[in-house]
């Protein structure tokens, strides 16, 4: 299994990317897909997470109304738009899969399987 995440960049405060994970070896239907960030210096910490049943959405507070989460079925991708950026949004943004209850959704051991990550750079 693999999760390969992709779409990271440097952009200024305000502006919008979209990050896209694109597992191999597991279908997104059938794993709770979340999105973590690491900054420089902090412990890594959760942003969002899409479920494996019914597909509900969690978001950490601080990016909620601003991020949205998603997956396309057919593509076996899962999106993370980021809209409203600002420069404490700046990390390495890793996607994760996992088959955990629902209390541990924002929880990074409740994930078996990781990404790479991919860095997010706002400037402002």
């Known amino acids: 299994v693999q999760l390969q995440a992709s779409g990271g960049g440097l952009v200024q405060a305000g502006d919008s990317l979209r990050l896209s994970c694109a597992p191999s070896g597991l279908a997104v239907s059938n794993y709770d897909i979340g999105w973590f960030r690491q900054a420089p210096g902090k412990e890594r910490e959760f942003v969002a997470a899409?479920?494996?049943?019914?597909?509900?959405?969690y978001y950490a507070d601080s990016v909620k109304g601003r991020f949205t989460i998603s997956r396309d079925r057919a593509k076996n991708t899962v999106y993370l738009q980021m809209n409203t950026l600002k420069a404490e949004d700046t990390a390495v943004y890793y996607c994760a899969a996992g088959q955990g209850i629902l209390s541990t959704v924002r929880v990074d051991t409740s994930y078996g399987y990781w990404g790479q990550g991919t860095l997010v750079t706002v400037s402002s």
């Open positions: 899409i479920m494996r049943s019914g597909g509900h959405t």
